[in-house]
Every structure is written in C-alpha cells, then in structure tokens.
C-alpha cells in the first residue's frame, strides 16, 4: 500500500516538474518575443518621428503642382482644341478616300 503512495506522489511530482519546466520554456519564449515586438515598435517610432517634415515638403510639393497645372490648364485645352479639329480634318479625308474605292466586307470591289 505503502508503495502505491510513494509512486504516484513520484508520478505527481514528475509531472509537476515538467508542467513547470514547459512553464519555464514559455516564459523565455514570451520575453523573447516581448523584446523584439519592443524593438520593433522603436524602430518604428525612430521612422515616423523624421515624416512630419517630409509630409510637409511633400504637401508643399503637391500645392505648387496644382498651381502650374492650374497656370497651364488653357494651353492644354487650346492644345486638346487643335487635337480635335485635326482628328476631324483627317476624318473628312478619310471619307473622300472611301467614296472612290468603296468595297464590301470580303474585300470584293463594288461598281
């Protein structure tokens, strides 16, 4: 009777001891990740501390677009005007081409 006792104290203590040492294992496992989730959130910090400035160089970038394209808006639309009046007199050529050798969908000319 005596050694079924001491036995399963030993099998409680065995496990006890092992749930311990898994308990040890993830405490190194979890400080480890703590430490490189730290650094991470430092490095970080390190790289939006330098981006206010560059925000700000990158607006005052984006405003002085806007005002030259603002500036140059009527000379591309003159531009976009003579596109168009050009695409439309090669158009017309087009059809005085097309009435003299007018020709079915095969190819075959017609009288």
């Known amino acids: 009777m005596v050694w079924i006792v001491v ?3 030993l099998l409680l203590s065995l496990g006890l001891l092992w749930a311990s ?8 496992v979890l400080n480890s990740v703590a430490s ?4 991470y959130a ?7 501390s330098v981006s206010p400035p560059a ?6 970038g984006a405003a002085a677009a806007k005002v030259q394209y603002r500036n140059l808006l009527p000379q591309i639309k003159r531009v976009q005007l003579i ?11 087009k059809l005085k081409g097309k009435s003299k050798n007018r ?6 000319r017609r009288r």
């Open 83 to 93: 596109l168009s009046i050009v695409n439309r007199v090669q158009g017309l050529g």
């Open 21 to 28: 040492w898994q308990a040890w294992q993830l405490r190194l």
């Open 7 to 9: 036995t399963i104290h």
């Open 103 to 108: 020709s079915d969908r095969y190819g075959k």
């Open 55 to 60: 925000i700000l160089i990158a607006q005052t």
């Open 36 to 39: 490189k989730v730290n650094g």
């Open 42 to 48: 430092r490095a970080c910090e390190q790289g939006l």
